[in-house]
């Protein structure tokens, strides 16, 4: 990729309007669940995916039940967004998390919490 194509991706992706939310990856063959926090969730989504994709995912367990069970055993979601009338600041992000990891922990959930 040149220097001006990469340009034009960055300006692109500035002018995208950001969902702030948490997202949940879970493996239907694995007992964990993996969560995690973003100020932009669909970029935080494909990261992740991306990553596991290339077998660099710096989450070593998840990567190892995809590259076990393959992409098909995953689900990826989003499980909760900041109000539109919030402001989505990182210290509101990091409490909406740790509410849902108590929520899926309480019902017998191992639950890993996600690098940003």
């Not at 991706?9 to 694995?30: D, H, W, Y």
């Not at 069970?69 to 919030?86: C, L, M, N, Y």
């Not at 210290?91 to 929520?103: D, S, V």
Request: aromatic share 8%.
């Amino acid at each position: 990729m040149n220097k001006e194509n990469r340009k034009e991706l960055v300006m692109k992706a500035m002018q995208e309007k950001r969902t702030p939310g948490i997202f949940k990856i879970q493996c239907k063959n694995s007992e964990i669940l993996y969560l995690g926090a973003s100020l932009t969730l669909e970029k935080a989504l494909n990261r992740h995916v991306g990553e596991l994709k290339c077998n660099s995912h710096k989450n070593l367990n998840m990567q190892s039940d995809w590259n076990k069970f393959g992409e098909e055993a995953f689900s990826i979601e989003t499980i909760a967004k900041v109000p539109e009338d919030r402001d989505p600041d990182f210290t509101f992000l990091m409490k909406l998390l740790t509410e849902q990891i108590q929520i899926y922990t309480d019902k017998g959930f191992k639950v890993e919490k996600l690098l940003m």
